[in-house]
């Protein structure tokens, strides 16, 4: 019996078939779930059907997280074609490229506020929406994380600030759906090579150090990634919740690395 045999899942955040949300939904495919996917506006909605029917989806949805209403009205879609949701996956991030550089004291408001809205409050106003379609048979919400949200990644700025309210927006979350049954986490991944990877100046450099340092000696895949995905949306993980899990070969236990790998 396949372990997600049965189960409906909303993946949010399929940019294309790199993307950590694809993986993590092939690997929600393969053991047994029905999926629906969503894209941010009709231009990508060419990109994002093609990838949900490989994964046997005939369910996509728009949403523009940071318009206003975006996340509701999906939600009553989903509600009016599905009724039940059992997880949910939030893989969405957004900042200006262009403060993706140079030093985070020269953030914007405008790219603060947006940054904030997108990568952060969005889960937030998912979880609310995602309630009604939840609360009855409980379920699992996971969103992705980054390093960057306590500690210092060249670069990273704004979306490290952001990336830390999620983090806590995540054990705040936790709390207030425990009651339903419903799960909250986070997956912190190393650095995977995607879209919004390669919007960080240096991305590179991140890329190689990470690799040489971490314990595996190299960055998470898309699999790896996608089966800690796996593990968060399905009853393997039915007693974790408000937590933040790290898929980055073991990178963020290490505080001064070894002369020989210097
Ligand atoms: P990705 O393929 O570029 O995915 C980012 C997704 O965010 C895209 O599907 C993008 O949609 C979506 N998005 C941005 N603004 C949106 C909006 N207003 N409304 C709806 N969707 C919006 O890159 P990824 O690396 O897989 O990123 C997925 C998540 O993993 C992000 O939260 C990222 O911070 C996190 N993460 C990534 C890494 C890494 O190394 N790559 C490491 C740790 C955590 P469009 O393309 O349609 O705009």
Redesign the pocket.
Known sequence: MKILAGKRGLI?????D????YGIAQKCAEAGATLAL???NDM?AKRVIPLAESLGSDLTLP????AEGGIEEMAATLQKTWGQVDFVVH????ADKSELRGPYLNTSRDNFNNAML??CYSMTELARAMLPMMEEKGGSMTT???LGANRITPNYNV?GVA?AALEASVRYLAVDLGKHNIRVNAI?????K????AAISGARHVFRHSESQAPLKRNPDMDEVGRAGLYFASDLSSGVTGEVHYVDGGYHHIGVPTAETE
């Open positions: 949010m955040g399929v940019a294309n790199h993307s950590i949300a969503t894209y941010q990508l949403c523009d997280v940071g893989a969405i991030a957004f997108i990568s992705l994380t980054y979306m990336k912190s991944a190393g650095p995977v995607t879209l919004a990877g």
